[in-house]
């Protein structure tokens, strides 16, 4: 699966980033705007690197995180189970949605078909009228 690599390595990318960011902002001081002009750093890292980074983490046991003393809200972690009832649940409806307008559309090209072939027996029981 592709993609997950490709999240994860997204995801290491940007806690790295962020990592950056926060150890750098208590060095942050304001710059005499009148002397000098404000400088921009960034570090730029390969998506391999990171994913090589990544899939070391992974293989060595997480450190353990102090607690914080107010806990972020969050939502409920979704389960395996729950995301794939949802997508069955989505696709189902889907599909019942496409089958209503397949549905619709057949019964519309049936009675407009009706009326077509009325009108021509129509035209051709009585004759065009002669002026």
Known sequence: MKWIRERDALIAQTLAFVQSVAG????FRQPDTATAPPVLTAEIVSVRAVTVALEQAQSEPPPQIAPTPQ?????????????RSEMQTRIANFRKHQERFERER??????????L?????????????RK
């Not at 750098?24 to 060095?27: A, I, L, N």
């Not at 057949?106 to 009326?115: F, G, S, V």
């Not at 072939?117 to 009228?129: C, G, K, N």
């Open 71 to 83: 806990p972020l809200p969050s939502s409920p972690p979704r389960m395996a189970g729950d995301f």
């Open 24 to 27: 750098k902002k208590d060095d």
């Open 106 to 115: 057949e019964e519309y090209c049936a009675a407009t078909l009706t009326k």
């Open 117 to 129: 072939r009325a009108a021509i027996r129509d035209a051709d029981a009585s004759p065009p009228a």
